[in-house]
């Protein structure tokens, strides 16, 4: 009898333990979806992406929305009237590469810096989760002085300009110190040796996770690939941002 009563009551325990926590997760959640203190976008997606590595089943859908970007040497985009613009020297290409860097460098923070599992767990999908950071263009002057820029010369220089300490840009968003070991994964089709971004299209910035049914899920790095492109160079999967 006295087992029983101890079985019994550590089943209790289990039950309110396991509630005090879907509780706290759910009360955390609605939090971030609240805004409390003029938190940006990119905040309240970093946070959804924290809770849902905590909890993949009781967390549910990602809230991260799509951010529009005019990198401007002192025009207007087109992009959208929404837009963030960020004024840059029309004439100084380390600029503009510099102004790309940073929202590369602000899509793999918002989506966990490669630490994070916010992959759609076992009951979800086992396809590529695309997460589309932001969309960027570049106002007329940038266009008329910079036509184009070399994969190769941004990576490059990516190496080197410094982030925080003595950790550059590229070791942040890669791993690596050195270009020639930077390994594109194949869920994106990149060849940095003879790509280009032109300064008259519109391009996208994305990360994401490739699900796995087994293994652990796959966190994917932080990319820059042409707009128009998008559908046609990634492999088959699903996006997880808002528009």
């Not at 190769?152 to 003595?166: D, H, P, V």
Request: aromatic share 10%; glycine share 6%; hydrophobic share 35%.
């Amino acid at each position: 009898m006295l087992e029983n009563k101890r079985a019994e009551l550590t089943t209790k325990q289990l039950v309110t333990i396991i509630i005090l926590i879907v509780s706290f997760i759910i009360i955390l959640f609605l939090i971030f979806q609240l805004n409390l203190g003029g938190t940006t976008d990119k905040e309240i997606c970093h946070n959804s992406v924290v809770l849902k590595g905590q909890s993949q089943i009781v967390a549910g859908p990602l809230d991260c929305r799509t951010s529009y970007i005019c990198i401007s040497g002192g025009n207007d985009c087109s992009i959208t009237k929404t837009a963030s613009k960020v004024d840059v020297d029309p004439n100084d290409k380390n600029e503009i590469m510099k102004a790309i860097a940073d929202e590369m460098a602000s899509c793999w923070w918002m989506f966990g810096e490669g630490k994070i599992d916010y992959g759609a767990g076992l009951l979800g999908s086992s396809s590529v989760g695309y997460a589309l950071c932001s969309i960027i263009e570049f106002d007329d002057k940038v266009q008329e002085k910079i036509k184009e820029i070399s994969y190769s010369e941004f990576y490059n220089y990516l190496k080197t300009i410094q982030k925080e300490g003595s950790q550059n840009y590229l070791n942040y968003l890669y791993g690596v110190n050195d270009v020639n070991y930077l390994v594109i994964e194949s869920q994106f089709t990149i060849n940095i040796n003879q790509d280009k971004i032109m300064t008259n299209q519109r391009y996208s910035i994305l990360t994401g996770i490739d699900n796995y049914l087994i293994e652990k899920n796959k966190i994917l790095r932080t990319y820059i690939i042409p707009t128009s492109e998008t559908s046609s160079r990634l492999k088959q999967g699903e996006f997880i941002t808002k528009p």
